[in-house]
């Protein structure tokens, strides 16, 4: 069964925590870049979750040398975070380095960002990309011959990211959206039930939750429909 993660995307600690113990059953909480700056690095955040038996998934998306990528990756393990992000674009050298950092944390690599369409990826990588799904796909198995534990994907790649993966490994898919969601800066969304069907592990889901009149509400639709 796919895992709901909540992206707390959230203007501080405080709000992020408020939020959390309004949801039952959480299991999954996201720390993205803003709100881990904001809480001056977050590892009091991140306990804090802990405590309230909350797995952090720490979604900084490490894309830099081998041995700082590595570093980072020890650190957040220190720290108590279950789940951490490196960009797959950043190499096999760093994959593996990271890979080597992460003891038990479970480390997923980043294929394509969901905020990408074809012609923003041809302009990062300087070439034709006739086919996202391809393109993720080449990125994910870097991400498994380095040992990561799976990759983050939008849920457009999945059927094809399975099959290449295998049963076992982890498929994080951001851009969940339900109908009448908007789909603010994802170009390549799908709904829960459509990722779960299709082979996610993890859906992460922020803004549809955060944003809504009734959060509680919209977090217990998702969890019925997984």
Do not use: C
């Not at 959230?10 to 925590?17: K, N, Q, T, Y």
């Not at 408020?18 to 977050?42: H, N, Q, S, T």
């Amino acid at each position: 069964m796919a895992e709901l993660v909540v992206a707390f995307d959230l203007p501080s600690g405080r709000e992020a925590l408020d939020l959390a113990a309004r949801l039952p059953g959480l299991r999954w909480a996201k720390i993205g870049p803003v709100l881990y700056v904001r809480e001056g690095g977050g590892p009091a955040l991140i306990r804090e979750f802990n405590a309230r038996g909350i797995r952090v998934f720490l979604d900084l998306k490490w894309h830099d040398i081998p041995s700082v990528v590595a570093g980072a990756v020890e650190a957040a393990r220190a720290h108590g975070v279950a789940m951490a992000t490196v960009h797959a674009l950043a190499g096999p050298a760093v994959l593996a380095a990271a890979a080597r950092g992460a003891g038990d944390m479970a480390l997923v690599g980043v294929t394509v960002l969901t905020s990408h369409d074809a012609g923003d990826f041809e302009r990062v990588v300087g070439r034709g990309v006739p086919d996202l799904g391809v393109e993720a796909e080449r990125l994910a198995r870097l991400a498994a011959a380095a040992g990561l534990r799976g990759v983050v994907a939008s849920g457009r790649e999945l059927a094809l990211l399975r099959q290449a993966l295998g049963p076992d490994a982890w498929i994080v898919v951001p851009g969940v959206r339900g109908i009448g969601d908007a789909d603010d800066d994802q170009t390549r969304t799908i709904s829960a039930a459509e990722a779960a069907g299709w082979g996610a592990t993890h859906l992460v889901v922020g803004r549809p939750i955060t944003r809504a009149a009734d959060p509680r509400g919209v977090y217990q639709r998702l969890m019925e429909t997984l």
